[in-house]
Nanobody
Framework: QLQLVESGGGLVQPGGSLRLSCTASGSTFAAYAIGWFRQAPGKEREGVLCINNSGGSTNYADSVKGRFTISRDNAKKTVYLQMNSLKSEDTAVYYC???????????????WGQGTQVIVSS
C-alpha cells in the first residue's frame, strides 16, 4: 500500500485555476493507478479523473471534461490534477486514492489521502 498526501487546495474565484498534488511514499508508485475523487457537503464521493500505471487517463465525471487534466511524474511519485475554469459546483474536499494497475470503481482504491479542501467562491 501507498501513503498518500494531497496538497494544493484553497480558495479560488470562479473561472480561476488550481493545481492539486498527490504525493506518494512507501511502495512502488509506478505500479499503481491514482484517482482523484471529491466529496461536496451532503453528497456522495464521486470520481473525477484517474490515471493508470501506463499513463492512460479515465474521466469519471462529464462535468469536468475539458476543464480538468490529470498527469503523473513517477520520479517525483506525484500525480497532479490541473483544474481550470473552476465553477462553484467544483467546491469539495478532493481526495486521491491508489488502486493496483487499473482505474476502476471506487472500491478498488485501497489507499487514500486525507483530502484537501477546494472552495470556489460565488
Amino acid at each position: 500500500q501507498l501513503q498518500l498526501v494531497e496538497s494544493g487546495g484553497g480558495l479560488v474565484q470562479p473561472g480561476g485555476s488550481l493545481r492539486l498534488s498527490c504525493t506518494a511514499s512507501g511502495s512502488t508508485f509506478a505500479a499503481y493507478a491514482i484517482g482523484w475523487f471529491r466529496q461536496a457537503p451532503g453528497k456522495e464521493r464521486e470520481g473525477v479523473l484517474c490515471i493508470n500505471n501506463s499513463g492512460g487517463s479515465t474521466n469519471y465525471a462529464d462535468s469536468v471534461k475539458g476543464r480538468f487534466t490529470i498527469s503523473r511524474d513517477n520520479a517525483k511519485k506525484t500525480v497532479y490534477l490541473q483544474m481550470n475554469s473552476l465553477k462553484s459546483e467544483d467546491t469539495a474536499v478532493y481526495y486521491c486514492g491508489a488502486a493496483l494497475v487499473l482505474c476502476g470503481q471506487a472500491s478498488s482504491f485501497r489507499s487514500w489521502g486525507q483530502g484537501t479542501q477546494v472552495i470556489v467562491s460565488s
